[in-house]
């Protein structure tokens, strides 16, 4: 069992508050992600869980068991790091096996364990090598076995895939994936790179200025981004913003002039919403099409094309100046400064208000 | 024209006389120093130096008579090694601190500790003298160990501070997540990683200690007398005798010269050793 629960945790360097009063909870063998760009928190945040930092304020519990003050030997939680954090005048049998030895378990004991640490990472040809001898993808196994040997309550992950190339990142990513199913094991993961939230987490936990912006599945966080930081951190290529202000309201939505000039009538609304109230609509490149006929024309000039072979990113400029991303199925030629016009799909649109928080669908579409 | 391979080949060469070159006349005053000790005493004196002569023993005889050449040798080994022990012992878990756990005034401490190195030593001989004097320390190994500790503190804890902030702070952070003590932590894995380091640093401390010649001239008269003090003893008061001087030099040298020389294969290997990531 390894349910951990955070409460109203802060955490301040210099009198700068880096995490500002997370609560957060964490079920036992769920694969956890924290996802942030750089400088959210989300690396302190789980030094803070490991106890590697201090406790401004707040509370973390591991099973019931209050675990604020208390050392990181005792937390029974493991770690990988980033740099992978090897002893380098250990041997990887001994890198290994030190935490055991030093909790003074029996030889047999820590025999058993590390060759079956190394049965499951494939280590056993590296045993006897020292962590210069390695190259970097089996350093990362190396680490990742030191914290099974110790069958630790939870894994806590910080970006240990950074340090890999693209393609051993890949195959890592997988393996961890794998290695989480067959340990059955609680694991919390950091990462900038949005890729490995989605790919690898159960629950997906975003972070931006010290603070929780939202959890959830995946893809509940990507098709249904709580903030305008939720909807515009998530996907690639990011979801376009479009500003605009609110021109009609009624029962089945309401109706938003965009700045890019047109108008485009949606299905959302609340009690707060009015006319003249400023917006902002967010679509996914996935939902943008060169039009045929019909509603929602968006006039647009062409910017330059990615044409990867499967799909094509076009890149438009509205006329009001706002970006643009456009991901087409195929190729699609299209030239440089060329106008294009645009459908949006209302049924994918998100909207925003002034405040950055989503407007939720109008109460008799949602009924 | 010369070719690029024949400039690269020109400028090897001339490097590597002027190594030569700077290596020699470095070496030369030792190379004269135990030359010297084998001359008879008019030999010595000769005008123009002589290079060739008839080699003697009579200078290291006179030196075995005369004095107990291995009471002060032994006082050497004892006071140099304690002190550099004692150091250490203190200076790693000084350094351990100011590089791991840094505060606002770790710079400027460190800062403070090596200007008491600009003191001139002959400041403070009064007040050492009459401490020293007063708790009966007097021409004994123990005030010796004590104050060349405390003088080669400030370069010992500096050194080894510059090797432990090399080392990633991630490595003892995955040390105390495996459950390892703050001694364990500094003992078994931050002390072998930077041996090399330590090592140099030890070497340094030991050769310090076994050539300082100022308090030991100062504090000690026979019974804790080092060999520098054997040294001075050959100085001044039958006048010069050069051949005897060199010789005594010679035998004071020895030691530690052999000593550096066979550590410092071990000290190259020691620096190469052990990668970080």
Not at chain 2, 53 to 58: I, M, N, Q, R, V
Request: charge should be neutral; charged fraction near 20%; include cysteine.
């Amino acid at each position: 069992m390894a349910n951990l629960s955070i409460r109203n945790l802060q955490k301040g360097f210099d009198g700068h508050a880096i995490i500002k009063g997370i609560d957060l909870d964490v079920k036992d063998r769920e694969f956890v992600v924290f996802v942030g760009p750089s400088g959210c928190g989300k690396s302190t945040l789980l030094r803070l869980i490991a106890g590697l930092e201090d406790v401004t304020a707040g509370t973390i519990e591991l099973d019931g068991r209050d675990i604020t003050q208390v050392t990181p030997a005792k937390r029974d939680l493991a770690m990988v790091f980033q740099t992978y954090a090897l002893y380098p005048h250990m041997t990887v049998r001994k890198n290994l096996s030190f935490a055991l030895d030093l909790a003074g378990r029996k030889k047999d004991d820590i025999e058993a364990k590390v060759s079956e640490a190394a049965r499951i990472l494939e280590l056993g040809p590296l045993l006897e090598r020292k962590p210069k001898q390695l190259s970097g993808g089996q350093r990362q196994r190396v680490a990742i076995g030191r914290a099974i040997v110790r069958n630790p309550k939870i894994f806590l992950f910080d970006e240990p895939l950074s340090n890999l190339d693209a393609a051993l990142r890949v195959q890592t990513r997988l393996e961890l994936s794998r290695l989480h199913k067959e340990l059955q094991a609680t694991m919390i993961y950091v990462t900038h790179d949005q890729v490995e939230a989605m790919t690898l987490a159960d629950k997906v936990v975003v972070l931006n200025g010290g603070k929780v912006e939202q959890v959830g599945s995946p893809l509940e966080l990507y098709h249904h981004p709580a903030n305008l930081f939720v909807a515009g951190f998530l996907g690639t290529p990011k979801m376009g913003f479009l500003k605009g202000k609110i021109s009609r309201v009624d029962a089945a939505g309401c109706e938003v002039e965009l700045d890019a000039g047109t108008r485009i009538t949606l299905p959302f609304g609340n009690a707060h919403m009015s006319i003249g109230n400023p917006v902002t609509l967010g679509i996914r490149p996935e939902h943008l099409n060169i039009a045929k006929d019909g509603d929602c024309i968006l006039q647009v000039t062409a910017d330059v094309s990615e044409r990867l072979g499967s799909d094509t990113y076009c890149h438009v400029r509205t006329q009001s100046g706002e970006a643009l991303t456009m991901r087409i199925r195929g190729d699609l030629a299209s030239n440089y400064g060329e106008t294009l016009r645009l459908h949006l799909d209302s049924a994918h649109c998100h909207l925003f208000d002034a405040q950055g928080l989503v407007i939720a669908k109008a109460l008799s579409v949602a009924a | 024209m010369m070719t690029l391979k024949q400039s690269r080949r020109l400028q090897s060469v001339l490097l590597g006389t002027l190594s030569w070159a700077i290596a020699a006349l470095v070496f030369f005053p030792i190379f004269w120093m135990v030359l010297t000790s084998f001359k008879t005493e008019i030999d010595a004196f000769a005008t123009p130096p002589q290079f060739i002569f008839t080699p003697t023993l009579e200078n290291y005889l006179h030196i075995q008579e005369r004095s107990d050449y291995f009471h002060f040798a032994w006082n050497s080994i004892l006071i140099s090694f304690s002190a550099t022990i004692l150091c250490l012992l203190i200076a790693v878990p000084a350094a351990y601190s100011m590089a791991f756990f840094e505060t606002k005034r770790t710079k400027s401490t460190l800062l403070w500790m090596l200007s008491t190195k600009m003191l001139p030593p002959v400041g403070v001989l009064m007040p050492i003298y009459l401490l020293a004097k007063m708790f009966g320390l007097l021409d004994t190994r123990f005030a010796l160990i004590v104050i060349y500790t405390l003088i080669n503190l400030p370069i010992v804890v500096w050194m080894i501070y510059t090797y432990f902030k090399d080392i990633p702070g991630e490595i003892l952070e995955a040390s105390r997540l495996d459950g390892a003590t703050t001694a364990q932590e500094i003992f078994r894995v931050l002390v072998p990683i930077c041996k090399g380091g330590l090592a140099s640093t030890a070497l340094l401390s030991l050769i310090l200690c076994w050539n300082e010649a100022f308090w030991s001239l100062n504090l000690t008269s026979s019974n804790a007398a080092p060999l520098t003090a054997l040294i001075a003893s050959y100085s001044s008061p039958e006048g010069l005798f050069w051949a005897k001087l060199s010789a005594v030099s010679t035998l004071a040298c020895a030691p530690i010269l052999i000593f550096g020389w066979i550590s410092q294969k071990q000290l190259v290997r020691g620096l190469s050793f052990g990668a970080v990531k």
